[in-house]
């Protein structure tokens, strides 16, 4: 299996300032499709995961500019260019390349 | 607006079994592939496995192997899982999320969750 590492486990983040949150596969991601199946997801206090970033850097539809993927081998990222209050929750990020699917440990924003 | 909608908490007893479903509605037409996804209470999110419906495939986590069943009908894109032989380990909530096996986004809309809970 593809392990993902995320760090760190938490964050505590002045509203305005940046934030990164670093995930780690095991193996490598390129899929034979030529895509890097590396996902990023926001599960907010209570409620369902929601998809934020698709194929390491893309952005889905509605969320806001500030977030922002970017990968160097098997290093991904996630930047908030400036966090904002409703930014708090779990972040997660998971990979698709290979079966079984796999999510990191998750990392927890919170705001000062 | 795609929604998937689950059924609704449930509470069992060590060793029996559990059945959940997810409702698949709006958006436009194309065959919906679910994957499903379990969180312990505190916990992280847990792959269990995929059932595309139109091919008739379904792939399990090793972990949960021998324990699950997914189904689907897809006349009324309704997806299950069925996980037997629970124990307190089980006591979770369960999600389904849109899959795209094939190309496209993998869990863009999730359904709002199903608590599993197994106690004596």
């Known amino acids: 299996d593809i392990v993902m590492t995320q760090t760190p486990l938490s964050l505590s983040v002045t509203p305005g300032q940046p934030a990164s949150i670093s995930c780690k596969s095991s193996q490598s991601l390129l899929h034979g499709d030529g895509k890097t199946h590396l996902y990023w997801y926001l599960q907010k206090p209570g409620q369902a995961p929601q998809l934020l970033i698709y194929?390491?850097?893309n952005r889905f539809s509605g969320v806001p500019d500030r977030f922002s993927g970017s990968v160097s081998g098997t290093d991904f990222t996630l930047k908030i260019s400036r966090v904002e209050a409703e930014d708090v929750g779990v972040y997660y990020c998971m990979q698709t390349t290979q079966l079984p699917l796999t999510f990191g440990g998750g990392t927890k924003v919170e705001i000062k | 607006q795609v929604q998937l909608v689950q059924s609704g908490a449930e509470v069992k007893k060590p060793g029996s079994s559990v059945k959940v479903s997810c409702k698949a509605s709006?958006?436009?037409?194309?065959?919906?592939?679910f994957s499903w996804v379990r969180q312990a209470p505190g916990q992280g999110l847990e792959w269990m496995g995929r059932i595309i419906p139109s091919l008739g495939v379904t792939n399990y986590a090793p972990k949960f192997q021998d324990r699950v069943t997914f189904t689907a009908d897809t006349s009324t894109r309704t997806a299950y899982m069925e996980l037997n032989s629970l124990t307190s380990d089980d006591t979770a909530v369960y999600y389904c999320?849109?899959?795209?096996?094939?190309?496209?986004?993998?869990?863009?809309?999730w359904g709002q969750g199903t608590l599993v809970t197994v106690s004596s």
């Open positions: 194929e390491v850097s």
């Open positions: 709006g958006g436009s037409f194309r065959t919906f592939d």
């Open positions: 999320a849109r899959d795209a096996p094939s190309g496209g986004l993998p869990f863009d809309y």
